[in-house]
Each structure stands twice: as C-alpha cells, then as structure tokens.
C-alpha cells in the first residue's frame, strides 16, 4: 500500500518562488533520507497574482508517514502522533501568506507510468 500525502498554501509570486526553491533545495534532500519516502511534488497555479501551492509526497505506508511527523515535530509532541497535522516549518511559512493546518491522505490504488 502506497500513501500520498497532500497539502496546500497560497503565497505571493516571489513567495511562491521562495518556497520553490526551499522544497527543492532544503526540504526534499531531508525527505530522501527517510525510510519510506518514495516521491513528491510541487504542483502551482497563479490565481490573479496569488499563487495556489500543493505538494504531494508519497509513502510506502502510514507507518513511514508516522516516522516522518515523529521526525519533524518531534517524538514527545502531541501533533507527533496526529498523522493529519501539517509540518511546515517557520522558515517555510515565513514565505506564504497562509496554508493548510492539516494534510490530506489518500491510499494508491492504481499507478501509471
């Protein structure tokens, strides 16, 4: 079983520009040291000058998923074992003008190639 994890912000074009370069640079070379992560990407759409942003990361299982937020917000934490809080770090959030406080998971069921 295979999961996607996906979320969503807005931000301005050089925010959105940014965070780009922050998911590609910064955030994805952390994602490929953990066990489980499988893909991601970085999906835009400018609306009127507001930039909509969503990532989908994939998993090999809610367990990698787990150790991903126990990684990220820190194994003590009680957001640690709520799969559905997002992880944005204050760098990040600094460069969108608003996100969403909880992801989305979804089962693959079919994939294509």
Do not use: C, K
Not at 81 to 92: G, K
Not at 99 to 112: N, P, S
């Amino acid at each position: 079983m295979s999961i996607v994890r996906t979320w969503s912000a807005t931000a301005t074009a050089d925010g959105a520009g940014a965070y780009h370069r922050y998911f590609a640079g910064t955030l994805l070379p952390q994602l490929r040291d953990l066990p489980g992560f499988a893909g991601a990407y970085l999906l835009s759409r400018d609306t009127d000058g507001v930039v909509e942003l969503t990532t989908h990361t994939m998993w090999a299982s809610l367990d990698a998923v787990r150790a991903f937020t126990r990684t990220e917000t820190g194994a003590g934490s009680e957001s640690a074992d709520d799969l559905t809080a997002s992880v944005v770090e204050p760098e990040a959030q600094a460069m969108l003008l608003d996100f969403d406080r909880t992801v989305v998971h979804r089962e693959v069921l079919v994939t294509a190639g």
